[in-house]
């Protein structure tokens, strides 16, 4: 569905530069095309705002009053950066700086409009059949592609499986647009644009963060979800584990500038380093947790058992399976003798006090 509105966009760029009258023909042809020109305020009374066809005719007159070399240029500029890992490997960051402001809000309110409201049109639905949004979204949570865990942070699944439930009528997260629309309008309804989020990476951390442009302004990379991974690039840090609370750390394991500045990226944009190490502020907890240890001995053995690298489809299956399984590598790597002498002398504090109490004294 995302991917045939596109092109309907794509093409009525294109016949926009060669034509001065607003038609039918400047759209696919086809049901989705047609589905577009239906959808008017003329053709339905209640509409309080302008619905597809409206937005494609404010943008349609707009960029005839910009003139054929900025019609050229917006319809050049869209087909020249289909391809998003491309455009990710050498962004564009100011995409329509030579359009006026007129012509970047229609373009913005039309490409908006076509994610959020012409994609659910029952015309545009029906039409798209087997290519639905749905079909989208099951297709990228297929196990040999990303699983069920979110792929940008590794810490919720996407999708509540109930019993008896068909596909398609789970509860299931959001998609993101990795480009927001205000600032990437023209990739609102790419496919590869579109990517499931878990609720906290999409609604709380991203919103309308710019993956290109740090806080400041200054430019930045960032991974391309669909081939690019972060796992093999991070690490756990425990320090001042004879602390009462060791401090737990999440940390990148290359030198590599372009990969660092796209890990940046990735952290700052869905807040992980915070996140990690808010979920791990406690060891003794974590420990109690996940292990439950009999002793000391049980507890090493335990640690190394948690320690194994997860299987792929594991990870691709089990929130937190990824962060917990560096943890306990990070434990096992280093002198627990600190950890578990406080460990077993609270054990024991523990069981010496429900002992006094027992006995009445």
Known sequence: MSRLLHQVLLQFLEQSVTTNVFSREIFTPGAIGQACWGNAKENFARAKAPLTRDRFEILFTALNDAGGSVKQQVYELMRANQDLSVFFGSPIRNLFVFMSKTCNEALISLCTHLYCSTKDLTDVV?????????????????????????????????EAFRAGIPDGDHWRSDYDH????????????????????????????????????????????????????????????????????????????????????????????????????????????????????????????????????????????????????????????????PFIAKWEFVQQQGADGGEYIRSGS
Not at 129 to 138: G, K, L, M, P
């Open 178 to 337: 990795q480009l927001c629309k205000s600032k990437y309008p023209i990739f609102a309804v790419h496919p590869d644009n579109l990517i499931p989020l878990c609720d906290v990476c999409n609604q709380d951390a991203k919103k309308a963060k710019d993956l290109f442009r740090h806080k400041d302004g200054t430019d930045r990379l960032a991974f391309y979800p669909y081939n690019e991974e972060a796992k093999d690039l991070i690490d756990i840090k425990i320090d001042n584990l004879s602390d009462p609370e060791p401090t737990i750390k999440v940390d990148w394991n290359t030198e590599d500038d372009e990969l660092l500045d796209k890990l940046e990226t990735w952290d700052e944009v869905y807040e992980i380093r915070r996140r990690v190490e808010g979920k791990f502020r406690s060891l003794e907890a974590i420990i109690e947790d996940e292990i439950n240890p009999k002793g000391a001995a049980h507890l090493r053995g335990r640690i190394g058992d948690e320690a194994r690298p997860r299987s792929p489809d594991t990870l691709k299956r089990k929130e937190w399976a990824f962060w917990y399984q560096k943890l306990f590598s990070a434990l096992e790597q280093i002198d627990m003798g």
């Open 126 to 158: 029906r039409a798209s059949s087997s290519a639905d949004i749905t079909a989208h979204f099951n297709t990228y949570r297929d196990q040999a592609i990303n699983g069920n865990v979110c792929k940008a942070c590794g810490m919720q699944e996407l």
